[in-house]
């Protein structure tokens, strides 16, 4: 458990969805850091629940659910109270067939907190470790996968190839929020509000992030100097992917692991990057 006030004098950008941005700033500030809320991404409803709608009426007829985010887990079970399923009726699915598996332990207990068993979560909170988990069990067998309308395939091409009939259905929608820009860029400009980390907790995230800033090279440049923290290997793969910096990556892929690294990383010399490198980088 890392000591109190050791990110004291630290500025952090959180860009965290703000629905789920207090956990994540709330860790921060108990330890003494000064936190700036910005949202990269936004979570809103799809534009229809016809096909996740119809899973769930025929949910008995799956042999395992998947649900890769808390917000899966939100939108699954609201669209259950608006179908008249009751937690009964669910409870009833999963002691006979109906198998549950989750992404990591923060999507594990919002299912949960419904009064339902989860049987498998990996030990690596990845599409690929939720992949490798199941494909020695589905052969010949139905999956429902609840997600984001876009989401890596990791999961569906891994398990029909181990023989899975998989059924991927749209829960929520992922969208950058266009109100953050102005905030963002003032920000980023101000010299003496600028942030000492910015903390990406998804791909999204990252896309977000360099499409609110759009084409100010100058706002980027300052980014030189602003410790870039990543969730995970497959959010550092985007940030690499779009030229930028790992500085500090989570061993753990959830928010307290996300917390120790950006504790951990204080402590450790200081990397100076210059307007060289990044005109290095550019040119490469």
């Not at 910005?38 to 025929?58: C, G, M, T, V, W």
């Not at 332990?105 to 299912?111: D, G, Y």
């Not at 061993?251 to 450790?268: D, H, M, R, S």
């Amino acid at each position: 458990m890392p000591a109190k006030q050791s990110l004291k004098g630290l500025r952090i950008l959180v860009g965290r969805a703000r629905h789920q941005a207090s956990v994540l700033s709330a860790e921060l500030r108990a330890l003494g850091a000064e936190v700036v809320e910005i949202p990269f991404i936004e979570i809103r409803r799809p534009r229809s629940y016809k096909r996740l709608d119809q899973a769930l009426k025929n949910l008995c007829d799956y042999d395992w659910l998947i649900l890769t985010s808390v917000n899966g887990v939100s939108a699954v079970w609201e669209r259950l109270r608006k179908l008249g399923i009751r937690k009964s009726s669910l409870a009833s699915f999963s002691l006979a067939s109906l198998k549950i598996a989750a992404i990591g332990p923060s999507t594990k207990k919002a299912i949960e907190n419904y009064g339902l068993k989860v049987d498998v979560t990996p030990s690596e909170y990845v599409a690929e470790a939720v992949a490798k988990a199941l494909r020695n069990k589905v052969n010949g067998k139905r999956v429902l996968l609840a997600r984001a309308k876009v989401a890596r395939d990791v999961i569906p091409q891994e398990l029909k190839k181990a023989g899975a009939i998989v059924d991927v259905v749209e829960a929520y929608e992922t969208i950058m929020p266009v109100t953050s820009r102005k905030r963002l860029k003032k920000l980023l400009a101000d010299p003496k509000r600028k942030p000492d980390v910015i903390t990406y907790t998804s791909s999204s995230t990252v896309k977000n992030f360099l499409a609110l800033l759009g084409a100010d090279s100058k706002l980027k440049l300052k980014l030189t100097r602003i410790q870039i923290a990543s969730i995970g290997p497959i959010t550092s793969a985007t940030l690499r992917e779009k030229r930028m910096r790992v500085d500090i990556e989570a061993e753990k892929y959830t928010i307290p692991g996300l917390v120790e690294a950006i504790v951990k990383a204080q402590k450790l010399p200081k990397q100076k990057n210059t307007k060289k490198d990044y005109a290095k980088k550019k040119k490469k």
